[in-house]
């Protein structure tokens, strides 16, 4: 799916009032105004404790628009339901319930809650916004933190263990759309969030975000390091439908050219100084093999 908007058409109508409690530089400010331009003012918002909850602030404070119901961190997905539940009784069917969770909420602790609304086939929108560990707790591992990288909890050598692919997993659930997306390219997040809408059942959407403060960089380069980590072919731009896979939009163009090497990306962030030259030399060679594939296919 190539990008369709332009910036132009994107709607004048802001749902994110311009004062927030984020970090400066945020990646997750980006989706989140982008996001709900998409999902429009009929929407009912569901989210765990995260980075997202102090950006939109506490009670009586409010940086969104829209309703919000804030959450257990394990039960975003069914509390979700039962909000879809609600509006059902009320014969609301066209109002949207998106719940919006960080990798924490939705790898790791929201898996189960996330993993149960799909088999039960909720008419839901989940999307995670992905900074890669617990930044609001203080920038612990999770369990899409990649390997190498250096938290709170993974000090000395960085994290041991691979990243978990939790698009995969939900794609395993075969969702009518999955799709991955990332900060640094928003009019591509914007379409995508877009013709989730137009599927029924349960819709997932994983979104690549940067976070000067748990990555190690200078906040005026998010865009810039997001979209390296599409370059490189490290983080891949693409959406299933009905189980049929396809690259989109920037990765699309990548397939057969010449990419970046990944250690621009890792160059960048003080969180992957522990890195071995063979773990660095490890991931390039996953990196190219993967793309290889991807020009056969």
Not at 59 to 67: F, H, K, M, R, V
Not at 154 to 179: F, N
Not at 221 to 226: H, L, N, R
Request: glycine letters at 8%.
């Amino acid at each position: 799916m190539a990008t369709k908007t332009t910036i132009l058409d994107l709607p004048e109508d802001e749902l994110v009032h311009p004062g927030n409690r984020a970090c400066a530089g945020c990646g997750l400010s980006i989706n989140y105004r982008i996001g709900l331009k998409a999902l429009g003012r009929d929407t009912i918002l569901v989210v765990p404790p995260s980075c997202l909850t102090v950006l939109q602030g506490l009670y009586p404070i409010a940086t969104t628009q829209l309703p919000c119901l804030n959450v257990t961190f394990a039960s975003t997905a069914a509390a979700a339901t039962g909000v879809l539940a609600a509006l059902k009784a009320q014969g609301r069917d066209k109002t949207i319930v998106a719940a919006w969770a960080g990798d924490g909420g939705t790898a790791d602790i929201g898996l189960q809650a996330l993993s149960g609304a799909c088999e039960r086939d909720e008419n839901l929108i989940f999307i995670c916004y992905d900074n890669e560990a617990y930044m609001n707790t203080g920038v612990q591992r999770s369990g899409t933190t990649p390997q190498g990288v250096i938290t709170t909890t993974t000090p000395i050598k960085g994290k041991l263990q691979k990243k978990k692919d939790v698009t995969a997993i939900m794609a395993a659930h075969r969702l009518s759309y999955v799709a991955t997306a990332s900060a640094s390219f928003p009019l591509d997040l914007y379409d995508k969030i877009i013709k989730a809408k137009t599927f029924s059942g349960p819709k997932y959407i994983h979104i690549h975000t940067p976070c000067p403060a748990g990555w190690g960089f200078d906040p005026r380069y998010s865009v810039k390091i997001g979209r390296l980590a599409v370059e490189t072919g490290l983080y891949d731009l693409y959406e299933i439908e009905y189980s049929k896979w396809q690259l989109t939009g920037p990765s699309k163009k990548l397939i057969g050219k010449k990419r970046r090497p990944v250690t621009d990306y890792f160059n960048t962030q003080t969180r992957f100084k522990a890195m071995s030259r063979e773990l660095i030399a490890g991931v390039q060679k996953e990196i190219d093999a993967k793309w290889e594939g991807y020009a056969d296919t």
